[in-house]
């Protein structure tokens, strides 16, 4: 078991020898992710927990799976306010030739096929788990439960409608005036 997570894996070699890998990456290392949350000094120490197992089933499928779990900040779009968003994944892939379409068959529904074009081509794992933690992002972050700061707003919107309500002038007032 390797407790360093390498940037480039022979998936060849490691399914082979059924390795598996545990540890931990730091969110800063992860460029393409950095920009899409919200990064300062305190999480830049925030670290990405991967558990992956390499080998090879019992149909001759070799395979990658584990968990990528992390928690990163982003940014309430309601409220504009920091927000904790965790990421858990549990992933499943099984290595495919490029082509070949018999294997991409077998594996529907147990794996997610990863094409490469042949065994000695190295499996890049850093770009893996940075594709998957963005994929996992949400298109509009929020929080699940309604915003403190928002309900807040909407309370004082309330409140300047009904003052409004109650000032409303009726625009026919100019003419009584005009009239007397």
Do not use: W
């Not at 540890?23 to 460029?31: A, M």
């Not at 306010?81 to 290595?95: D, K, T, Y």
């Not at 077998?106 to 893996?128: R, V």
């Not at 309604?146 to 909407?154: E, H, P, Q, T, V």
């Amino acid at each position: 078991m390797l407790n360093r997570i390498p940037k480039d894996v022979d998936y060849y070699r490691f399914t082979d020898a059924r390795k598996s890998i545990q540890g931990d990456i730091l969110l800063k290392h992860c460029h393409r992710l950095v920009d899409s949350i919200f990064l300062d000094e305190e999480s830049e120490c925030q670290s990405i927990s991967v558990n992956l197992d390499f080998g090879i089933d019992e149909f001759g499928h070799r395979f990658m799976s584990g968990k990528i779990s992390t928690n990163v900040n982003l940014e309430c779009q309601r409220c504009m306010q920091l927000m904790v968003f965790p990421i858990n994944l549990e992933v499943a892939i099984a290595f495919i030739r490029e082509g070949d379409e018999e294997a991409e068959d077998a594996i529907n529904g147990i794996y997610e096929p990863y094409f490469i074009n042949d065994k000695t081509e190295p499996f890049t794992l850093f770009e893996y788990i940075e594709d998957e933690l963005l994929l996992a992002l949400p298109l509009i972050a929020k929080h699940e439960e309604a915003c403190l700061n928002l309900s807040n707003y909407n309370d004082k919107i309330e409140e300047g409608f009904e003052q409004q309500m109650e000032e409303k002038v009726s625009p026919f007032d100019v003419l009584k005036q005009l009239k007397q």
